[in-house]
T-cell receptor, first 114, second 115 residues
């Protein structure tokens, strides 16, 4: 069965610091990859997704993620975080032969100090 | 922007009781999903639904669970006889298509507490 790991459970950064959140998955076939964000009191929202083509994907709010197939990774990055980026971030994977279900990582809580 | 809505936001029930969680997916979406997140654990897939049928379900989705689209707008999850371990946040989602690359749009969740 596929699994998704997010190794950073809690991250605290100061504003303007750079962010990288790790995501690794265990599935050898074709995958579709997603990052969702949940701001305090709000629902899960899509930040970005990858399914083919350029492995560097740009999303909303200045976020980007890089798919590295050889490392089974899809890390999320942002060059300069803002206080408003305080949220929980979830990596999710859809295995190409597993219909349309998403398998989620455990989430990373990001706190950005003003 | 259209959103998935869920009611109630919080449901408290006694063990053994039936609960129905309600969702209104985005209107032009054809695929509907339920996920749950037990406190401190990962978001887990329960079931997907298309054309009035279950298209996929996980091992969690046993005979105690059922889903229904009772009318043109609502999508419900019923838990027949709740157990303590059913306490969780339940998320409904919908997507326009059912392909793996399709974005799933999530509702705000219903927090179910079983006493």
């Amino acid at each position: 069965a596929q699994s998704v790991s997010q190794h950073n459970h809690h991250v605290i950064l100061s504003e303007a610091a750079s962010l990288e959140l790790g995501c690794n998955y265990s599935y050898g076939g074709t995958v579709n990859l997603f990052w969702y964000v949940q701001y305090p009191g709000q629902h899960l929202q899509l930040l970005l997704k990858y399914f083919s083509g350029d492995p560097l994907v740009k999303g909303i709010k200045g976020f980007e993620a890089e798919f590295i197939k050889s490392k089974f990774s899809f890390n999320l990055r942002k060059p300069s975080v803002q206080w408003s980026d305080t949220a929980e971030y979830f990596c999710a994977v859809n295995a190409g032969n597993a219909g349309n279900m998403l398998t989620f990582g455990g989430g990373t809580r990001l706190m950005v100090k003003p | 922007e259209p959103e998935v809505t869920q009611t109630p936001s919080h449901q408290v029930t006694q063990m053994g009781q039936e609960v129905i969680l309600r969702c209104v997916p985005i209107s032009n979406h054809l695929y509907f999903y339920w996920y749950r997140q037990i406190l401190g654990q990962k978001v887990e897939f329960l079931v997907s639904f298309y054309n009035n049928e279950i298209s996929e379900k996980s091992e969690i989705f046993d005979d105690q669970f059922s889903v229904e689209r009772p009318d043109g707008s609502n999508f419900t999850l019923k838990i027949r006889s709740t157990k303590l371990e059913d306490s969780a946040m339940y998320f409904c989602a919908s997507s326009e298509l059912g392909q793996g690359i399709d974005t799933q749009y999530f509702g705000p969740g219903t927090r179910l507490t079983v006493l």
